[in-house]
């Protein structure tokens, strides 16, 4: 299965200010694009390792000895540099969400365009699969994630409806809940309610909001003084916690003030956001959500 181009290809890359000798992480490796971008810019003694928690990616490996791929969630970033002997990096680049390769691979249960068992696990080697999300979850967690993830008004409602069909029978795949939620999709909006019931439980199943929260924890561990990180993330939740670390080192609140009432940050914001043009927009329409944000550690 072919994977899509890479979005924001060179605008990430660049963010990282990439010096040939550096080592840096590509932290969601997918089809390799944004990593062969950062090898062509390293130098003989350069260094890149790749994580990516999905086995499909592994038959995109690199054979270059300066590329290391890690079959892993990035959510162990720290552990698993650690075991290569990686204290610290000159940058780290993430490029969030699922790949077009998973949305399009019919029986993962990404895309709201085929039927498919309810799965949505971005890794096989996970237990909690999108059928015990929606045949298992209580009423009030139902409601939470189609609130909190799905951003849903009428999360309540959505909930209620699904825990009484399972009564009736196991929800065993997309098109069913399709069926149960038709309800919810009126027809000028029903593609894009349906992406949003399918991204709260896909983040639901994937734990992507801890994810995200303690890949940005260890990426301020890891970074040398000076180095970057360069995410692009393709929701409002993803970048709106981007977007809150970048500026206070935090995820709530403010951070404290020096006893001249300056605030003390770890970053400096590079770029304020860069979202794709027209032209990449059209050749590739998965960048059309895309929103990258660039970030250097003080």
Not at 233 to 249: A, C, P, Q
Not at 271 to 285: R, S, Y
């Amino acid at each position: 299965m072919e994977y899509h181009n890479p979005v924001l290809l060179q605008a990430s890359v660049d963010g990282l200010q990439i010096k040939p000798n550096g080592t840096y992480v590509d932290v969601t490796f997918g089809g390799g694009g944004h990593s062969k971008e950062i090898l062509s810019r390293l130098g003989p003694h350069g260094k890149l390792f790749a994580f990516d928690q999905d086995e499909d990616a592994l038959g995109n490996a690199l054979d270059d000895p300066r590329f290391v791929l890690i079959n892993e969630n990035f959510r162990y970033l720290k552990r698993f540099l650690r075991f290569q002997n990686i204290k610290n990096v000159d940058g780290i680049l993430a490029d969030l969400g699922v790949s077009s390769h998973q949305f399009d691979v019919a029986e993962r249960g990404f895309s709201t365009r085929f039927d498919a068992e309810l799965d949505m696990r971005m890794s096989k080697k996970n237990e909690l699969n999108a059928y015990r999300v929606v045949n298992e979850y209580d009423n009030a967690n139902l409601t939470r994630l189609f609130l909190d993830y799905g951003e849903l008004k009428n999360a309540p409602a959505i909930a209620r409806v699904i825990i009484e069909a399972r009564q009736e029978h196991p929800i065993k795949n997309t098109a069913q809940l399709k069926t149960i939620l038709e309800r919810f999709l009126p027809a000028h909006k029903s593609h894009k309610i349906l992406a949003q019931m399918y991204q709260a439980v896909r983040i639901e199943v994937n734990q992507e909001i801890d994810v995200l929260k303690e890949f940005l924890e260890q990426s301020l561990e890891l970074l040398n003084p000076t180095g970057r990180l360069s995410v692009i993330s393709y929701h409002s939740l993803e970048d709106r916690l981007v977007k809150r670390y970048f500026k206070n080192g935090m995820f709530e609140g403010e951070p404290e003030r020096d006893f001249f009432g300056n605030f003390s940050v770890p970053f400096q914001i590079i770029e304020k956001l860069i979202v794709p043009d027209h032209t990449e927009i059209k050749m590739n329409n998965r960048a059309r959500s895309a929103k990258l944000r660039i970030a250097e550690k003080i």
